[in-house]
């Protein structure tokens, strides 16, 4: 056992085993530089960089296991089972790998649009898109990742080129079996594309007003005033109907109603909502009117219109007008006498 043979037997596997401990140890502590450098000029970027360092660090040591492996004498049978493993270890940490940076470019495009705030209709379009696509790439890179692993064994193969035989059979009797899932991937596949909603858009489901939290292939969150959260299936934006207030812009108009006496000065209430409107931090100067939408026997129908550049400031400001006028119009009833009108007199109004 001594001379060339014991060399390479033991001496030749071992300086391998060594070199490639070493290599690992030198990778790994620059991909642990590389990252620090790159977090320290992104600081508090948010773009998760460290998530590649674990599907990095397999890799690593499955390159090293496979020098290791090529120089080792070892049995046929057992060199083919350490040959297989490493095949599959690939596999899993190749699409390990493609998850993690999959993940990583969606911060950093999300990253790109962060400026740009909620008002930004275009970027809502972007971070909509990149969420999608990346969930798409994830479902392809997992399929094919069980396929690449099942097809390293040979059993499996031939069971393939088996059912390749019978393909239209068996295409037939999937196609039946996963129609539903097939049309509901299919379905985010086309919100992802058209994009009749978006990330953050404000929507009516179910009459009830909320904002996209999150979009999936197979549902949507939608995220209430009360922090309750309405999951909706995704083929539901394709069937049916619904109110999307943000779909172009995020400005809007609302109304508030009022039901006052024939005897109310309309022009004083419409001259008092300018003048309270304008006080108002949340109006974005676009519209404020009063105007009579209808009458009845005993009152009449006036509707205060006003603008702000969002949802949530259009309910604020409507609240806050609400309020306003609702204490106008009892100022005005406290001060005219009650018989000026009979019935209809000036003190008996409604707001909604």
Known sequence: MYGPYAFELWMMPAIVAVIAFLLYLVANSLLKRFIK????????????????LLPLRLLFL??????VVHYVRMPADVKELAIHSLSIGSVVGISWLLLRVFE??????QLRYKDAGKCNIEARRVATNVSLIRKILNVLVIILAVSGVLMTFDTVRQIGLSI???????GIVMGFAAQRSLQTLIAGIQIAITQPVRLDDVVVVENETGR????????????LWDQRRIIVPITWFIDKPFQNWTRSSLELTGAVMLHVGYAMPIEEIRAELERVVASSPLWDKRVVRLE???????SVELRALVSAANSSDLWTLRCFVREKLIGF??????ESPADDAGDSGPDEFSVH
């Not at 499955?62 to 020098?67: F, N, P, R, T, V």
């Not at 119009?329 to 406290?334: G, K, Q």
């Open 164 to 170: 390749l035989a019978s393909a239209g059979l068996a």
């Open 212 to 223: 996209v939290e999150e979009i999936t292939l197979t549902y949507v969150v939608v995220r």
């Open 37 to 52: 450098r790159i977090r320290s000029t992104l600081r508090d970027s948010g773009v998760p960089f460290p998530i590649l």
């Open 329 to 334: 119009l009892r100022l005005i009833a406290t």
């Open 62 to 67: 499955l390159i090293g296991m496979a020098g």
């Open 104 to 109: 990583v470019v969606e911060a950093v495009i």
């Open 292 to 298: 009579v939408t209808n009458t009845a026997e005993a």
